[in-house]
């Protein structure tokens, strides 16, 4: 449906700000783009639209050879960051902006209106300008216009970054439920990692302009590539550790010593390599199959649901994360157990994942 090789992109005809991407979105895909702020997730969306000239590199949008359609010509609609809006006319007449043009019968109109005013909360700003309205609102009416033109193919870009936490929530859900009713191919913009994870189909992590993994949301947060995506997805980032192999085990940021159980050799890849743990994977007490480390508390916080407890690592704070309200003060002994397959280790000058079955990623 959308294709892309060797896609790049100057502004200057100097630096690049996208590098050799390549890949396919299916067909009724929701597929998110994710990555900090300045890696290039708005301009590679804004050349799928047409909006930004293509460096070099071959786009195909449904078969055509797209570089040079003009962006009408794409058939898409696109939903922007900072919401486009013409400030002179309603919402009513944002939302349905474009059906006359295509000639969609004024009855389907209302229709599509009335159907997406309520989804989206609007049902009661319809005669306002967008002036009138708050920013959330303003991006909701983006957003619906979006939806009812029906185009095949919607890009959006950070749709939802002006709503509160709780709207937030309940729009992710919107918008994948009549993504999947209308079957939409949908190209979604973000740099909020619990939107890709609960919202994609796939997710393509991005990094100052370069591809640094696609897959899908669990397999992105289980099994990452480098040391890059493993700590932009998941929260609290995951715990870091500088490893040498010592007699005993390896030793953290030369102050931890993360000891294997029952005395057996310690595995490292690397006589000195990165260790990342996830703080969802240590164990209270040393009932691990694989690892045992020593700590101290620092600091004991409760959301209610869980308990997050971080100790000094010796650069810095690491931090463990368990469900229910765990019984704890700073200051005393912690042991926690890690098993053997929770360890991510990683190239120390390239960040790339090392695989524990020696084979080496990328
Ligand atoms: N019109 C432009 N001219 C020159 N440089 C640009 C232009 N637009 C963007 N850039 C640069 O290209 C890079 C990528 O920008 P882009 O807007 O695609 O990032 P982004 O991932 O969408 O970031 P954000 O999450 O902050 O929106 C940045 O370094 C930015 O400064
Ligand atoms: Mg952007």
Redesign the pocket.
């Known amino acids: 449906m959308i294709k892309m090789e060797n896609i790049a992109k100057s ?2 005809g100097n630096t690049m ?1 996208i590098r050799d991407i390549g890949l396919e979105i299916k067909k009724g895909e929701f597929f998110v783009l994710l ?10 969306l ?1 050349m799928i639209a047409g909006l930004e000239e293509i460096t070099a590199g071959d786009l195909w949008i449904d078969g055509r050879h797209a570089n040079e359609l003009l962006p009408k010509e794409r058939n898409l609609s696109m939903v922007f ?1 900072n919401y486009a809006l013409f400030p002179h006319m309603t919402v009513r007449d944002n939302i349905l902006f474009g059906l006359d043009a295509r000639k969609v019968a004024k009855k389907e109109q209302d229709e599509r209106l009335n159907k997406v005013a309520e989804i989206m909360g609007l049902a009661e700003y319809l005669k306002r300008k967008p002036a009138q309205l708050s920013g959330g609102q303003r991006q909701r009416v983006a957003l619906a216009r979006s939806i009812c033109s029906q185009t095949p193919i919607c890009l959006m ?2 749709p939802l970054s002006n709503l509160d936490a709780k709207l937030r929530g309940q729009m992710r859900g919107e918008i994948r439920r009549i993504q999947r009713m209308l079957g939409l191919t949908i190209v979604y ?1 973000t ?1 909020d990692q619990v939107e890709a994870m609960t919202m994609g189909d796939r997710i393509m992590v ?1 990094n100052e ?1 370069c591809v640094q993994q696609i897959g899908e949301p669990l397999t992105v947060y289980n099994d990452p590539e480098n040391l890059q995506v493993a700590t932009f997805i998941g929260m609290p980032q995951m715990n870091i550790f500088r490893a040498r192999a010592e007699q005993e085990g390896l030793r953290l940021n030369g102050s931890l010593i993360l000891r294997r159980c029952g005395g057996q050799p310690c595995p490292a890849p690397a006589e000195e390599c990165i260790v990342g743990i996830r703080a969802e994977h240590f164990r209270r007490g040393n009932e691990s199959t694989g690892y045992v480390l020593e700590a101290k508390a620092a600091m004991v916080e409760y959301t209610g649901d869980e308990t997050q407890i971080s100790f000094e690592n010796g650069q810095g704070y690491s931090v463990v994360k368990w469900p229910g309200q765990i019984p704890a003060e700073a200051g005393e002994a912690l042991t926690l157990g890690v098993d053997a397959e929770h360890l991510y280790f990683f190239d120390k000058d390239t960040g790339h994942r090392i695989r524990q079955d020696g084979g080496r990623s990328q």
Do not use: F
């Open positions: 502004y200057d700000v990555g900090p702020s300045g890696c290039g997730k708005s301009t590679l804004r960051q870009d950070e913009v740099h991005l302009g």
